[in-house]
């Protein structure tokens, strides 16, 4: 069977026959998530939402475009499983507080230095002692989903927020900011301190738990924990230009 062919074959099934199929899909999605989530976010809440998801996929796909159903349900099911642990966000405002107030004061301080910034200069800046920051810290790691991707979503509620203010985000420029924004994100990653960017490997590429990349370190779970943490500070503060609505 030749590609057009494929493609209009797959387009042909019914959804109740593609749902039926990739049910098992949204499990293993599911319990892939709850790896990274807090413990107060249930899987069947996962996997309620994430069955929306395929449910929505199914009754859009569009074979003839050349995607695998399988790949564009992944993405919708993903997809609508964080939407719903967002809607109920667990972490109350002072953790978000503190988490941007944390970043302006590690961007100031990078800013002035020429250098980045020590966790001791962050808890100065802010007023706090050392054990107070590295609650903060580890509040900044766990109040995010799957904080490098929420980095990314935040441009996008950003530029609707400038929407609302009269600019277009369908403009021709669109597509450039969002690769803009990736690049710079990849550049802000690279140009972390050597134990924050070990971490983010081991933890995002490698998908090893906070246990198994603190016995690769030779450190416990919690300081795993404060220093994904302070990895998300410094992304949010090399990232700002990229945040701020007003600019």
């Known amino acids: 069977m030749n590609p057009c062919a494929a493609y209009a074959s797959a387009s ?3 959804p109740d026959q593609l749902i039926r199929d990739h049910a098992p899909l949204v499990k293993r999605i599911a319990h892939h998530l709850m ?7 249930q899987v069947d809440d996962l996997m309620q939402a994430g069955m929306l998801g395929l449910l929505d996929a199914a009754r859009s796909f569009d ?11 992944g993405a919708r099911i993903r997809g609508a499983m964080l939407d719903e642990v967002r809607r109920n966000d667990w972490a109350p405002r002072s953790v978000h507080r503190k988490a941007r107030e944390a970043a302006q004061a590690l961007r100031v301080i990078e800013q002035r230095e020429g250098r980045a910034a020590r966790d001791s200069e962050v808890a100065e800046a802010l007023g706090v002692g050392p054990d107070e920051y590295g609650r903060i810290q580890a509040d900044a790691a766990s109040c995010r989903l799957v904080s490098l991707e929420d980095l990314v979503v935040e441009i996008g509620e950003a530029r609707e927020q400038r929407s609302e203010l009269g600019i277009d985000p369908e403009d021709p420029l669109a597509a450039l900011e969002a690769s803009g ?34 016995a690769v370190l030779g450190v416990g779970e919690s300081r795993v924990c404060q220093i994904h ?10 990232l700002r230009d990229w945040l701020d609505v007003d600019a």
């Open 229 to 238: 943490g302070q990895a998300m500070i410094r992304l949010r503060a090399r």
């Open 181 to 214: 924004f990736r690049q710079g994100l990849i550049e802000a990653i690279e140009g972390l301190p050597d134990r924050e960017k070990l971490v983010l490997s081991l933890y995002y590429d490698d998908e090893l738990n906070l246990r198994e990349i603190g």
């Open 63 to 73: 074979g003839s475009l050349g995607a695998s159903f399988e790949t564009y349900a």
């Open 12 to 14: 042909a099934i019914q």
């Open 35 to 41: 790896a990274r989530l807090p413990p107060t976010v």
